[in-house]
């Protein structure tokens, strides 16, 4: 049986002060809409954090539903995942400041064991697996879905010194990519231009038909979100490496 949920908050805060409204938020909402039986509470958890959310509240009111959503089982992943979902219709920078609340809330960090631990303790995002299209990077990359609703995204990550070949987004219409990121530090060039560093916060637009490369600094880890955007007939052309001698010039 679920424990039901209770609220004295009103009561303790406005009680004397706004009585009608401290019986409303104690009794009626929480007390009888919270313990509704139509939806479970984890789903209400999510509901509530993304109407904050969208009404772009992210005061000690958003962490304490944040922190109720962790506690009725809501994990790191499925945040991450239901944020970004939410980014996509309220905003980018109301995203930026629900993941700074998000990441204090779900801040798991374990014994790091490895490099690769140890810099997962350090972004909100998963690693994933290693990356199958590997073929086209120099040196090893990872691929983690965050979310493949509406506009599909991916958190790809580089270990130090990995980067992808050149290649081109191709599209009759539209099409292209977008690049958010997360965490390290890393490198964008587009041929025929000098290379752009690239640190947590880095928004990169990338239009279809631009030959491009991408990757981590020497010296550090990175990662981006990677966001595909609609196209017609779109698809990726894959070209030569990035020298060595090319990249050995980045600092």
């Not at 539903?65 to 239901?82: C, P």
């Not at 303790?121 to 690693?127: C, G, H, Q, R």
């Amino acid at each position: 049986m679920t424990k039901k949920i209770t609220q004295t908050a009103g009561r303790t805060q406005l009680g004397d002060f706004a009585p009608t409204f401290a019986h409303l938020n104690d009794d009626v909402l929480f007390g009888e809409v919270w313990n509704e039986s139509a939806i479970d509470i984890k789903t209400k958890c999510i509901i509530t954090v993304v109407s904050l959310m969208a009404s772009g509240i992210t005061d000690s009111s958003l962490v304490y539903h944040l922190q109720n959503a962790k506690a009725h089982g809501v994990t790191k992943e499925e945040i991450a995942a239901i944020i970004t979902h939410a980014t996509m219709y309220t905003g980018w920078p109301k995203g930026w400041a629900v993941f700074r609340l998000a990441k204090d809330v779900w801040n798991e960090s374990v014994p790091a064991a490895s490099e690769k631990d140890r810099y997962q303790n350090t972004i909100f995002f998963p690693i994933g697996e290693q990356n199958p299209y590997g073929t086209y990077f120099t040196g090893q990359s990872y691929l983690a879905e965050v979310s493949k609703e509406q506009v599909p995204v991916f958190n790809v990550t580089f270990e130090p010194g990995c980067r992808n070949n050149w290649h081109i987004h191709n599209a009759k219409s539209g099409g292209g990519q977008m690049l958010i990121c997360v965490g390290g530090r890393g490198w964008y060039q587009e041929e025929g231009k000098p290379a752009m560093e690239l640190l947590p916060g880095s928004v990169v637009n990338i239009p279809a038909g631009v030959k491009h490369w991408h990757g981590a600094a020497a010296d550090s880890w990175f990662s981006h979100l990677a966001l595909e955007i609609p196209g017609e007939e779109g698809s990726t052309t894959w070209c030569e490496k990035v020298s060595d001698e090319d990249y050995g010039k980045l600092k």
